[in-house]
């Protein structure tokens, strides 16, 4: 698994705005699996969180390489499936590795999960959101990314 630190700085692709693709509030054109208030269940149920005007006719989680290929070559990091991180949660980065490898525990109760999934609100879609989860949670919007070193 990626580091929480790795997986920010992939998603950001030298972008320092807000959200993976900048400051706006919504994407200028289809970049990922996210929340739109075009997208409509099978049973016609509406997003309450959507993002205004976006539309990837997705939902629920989308085929991998479904969408564009990002900055630095990877797929699905904009949405799809939040994904869980090496990184134990920690509340701040006080104390954090200055390296960027994984912040651990012995005992840790609870993991970094980072990134939007095809259900999120907006304010989860940005760059730097994350959430504490029971290492033994599972749900239909998280999911992992296998990391390999060059």
């Given amino acids: 698994l990626p580091s929480e630190a790795e997986f920010e700085y992939v ?20 970049v990922g699996n996210l929340a739109g208030d075009g997208d409509l ?17 997705f ?3 989308a085929p991998v ?8 070559g990877t797929y699905d ?3 799809n499936v939040s994904e869980w991180t090496q990184d134990c949660w920690h509340e701040s980065y006080q104390r954090a590795p ?15 999960v980072r990134g939007a999934s095809w259900a999120s609100a907006l304010e989860q879609v940005r760059s730097a959101s ?7 949670a599972s ?12």
């Fill in 41 to 57: 269940s099978t049973v016609s149920r509406h997003w309450g969180n959507a993002i205004p005007g976006y539309r990837d006719a």
């Fill in 130 to 136: 994350r959430l504490p989860m029971a290492p033994d």
């Fill in 65 to 72: 390489r479904n969408f564009a290929v990002e900055r630095f």
């Fill in 98 to 112: 200055a390296d960027g490898t994984a912040w651990l525990n012995p005992g840790c109760p609870q993991r970094t």
């Fill in 139 to 150: 749900t239909a919007r998280l999911g992992f990314r296998v990391v390999r070193e060059l």
């Fill in 11 to 30: 998603l950001r692709a030298g972008n320092e705005g807000t959200y993976p693709w900048g400051n706006d509030d919504k994407p200028k054109s289809i």
């Fill in 59 to 61: 939902w629920g989680p």
């Fill in 77 to 79: 990091m904009i949405g």
